[in-house]
């Protein structure tokens, strides 16, 4: 009797990104594959340019799918988001139970990557947010773990950058 043999684990992809379009393409990707947990890094949100109407539609859909997902988002310039950015500042008054955004500070504010974690498979991050280069990693949990520790690291040199509630309480 033969018995089938058990399925593959899918191998670790990695590509290289040269283009800004490359990492909000990636990110993208992520976002809609993302099963439980999201991770963003991003100065301003404009590296992923989150306010963009589509973005936040996945984010969204992603939210919706489990009242368990979690969105956590770590930024240097929570005004930037509070002014700039009534979509995000939208949906995390939609979700505030399932979505955090903090503001970094001590040597968190430092940081010059930029970067989105999709649970513990995908990441997709550019070492100097200013810079197009990047890397798209899918299926690596060595990787992604690392990624994890940074992102983790990050948040706790944060506070709360950006509430749902507008009574300043």
């Known amino acids: 009797m033969n018995h089938p043999a058990p399925p ?8 290289l990104l040269t283009a800004k379009s490359d990492y909000t393409g990636a990110a993208d990707e992520l976002v ?5 947990e999201l991770r963003i890094f991003d100065p301003a949100l404009t590296e992923y340019s989150l306010e ?21 988002i770590a930024v240097h310039d929570a005004e ?4 700039y950015c009534p979509r995000v500042v939208a949906l995390l008054t939609l979700f505030s139970a399932s979505m955090f955004i903090h503001r970094t500070q001590g040597d968190a504010a430092r940081a010059q990557d930029c970067f989105v974690l ?5 990441l997709v991050r550019r070492p100097v ?5 990047g890397v798209y990693l899918l299926n690596d949990p060595v990787e992604s773990a690392g990624m994890r520790k940074r992102f983790d690291e990050i ?3 944060s506070v709360s950058g950006v509430s749902a509630s ?4």
């Open 80 to 83: 930037h988001v509070r002014r």
């Open 52 to 72: 963009n109407p589509a973005r936040i539609e996945r984010l969204r859909a992603f939210l919706r799918r489990s009242p368990a997902n979690r969105l956590y």
């Open 155 to 157: 948040w706790d040199s």
């Open 32 to 36: 809609s594959e993302a099963r439980r």
């Open 8 to 15: 593959a684990e899918p191998q670790p992809a990695r590509k």
């Open 129 to 133: 947010a200013a810079q197009p280069r």
């Open 166 to 169: 507008t009574t300043g309480l």
């Open 118 to 122: 999709a649970d513990d498979w995908g």
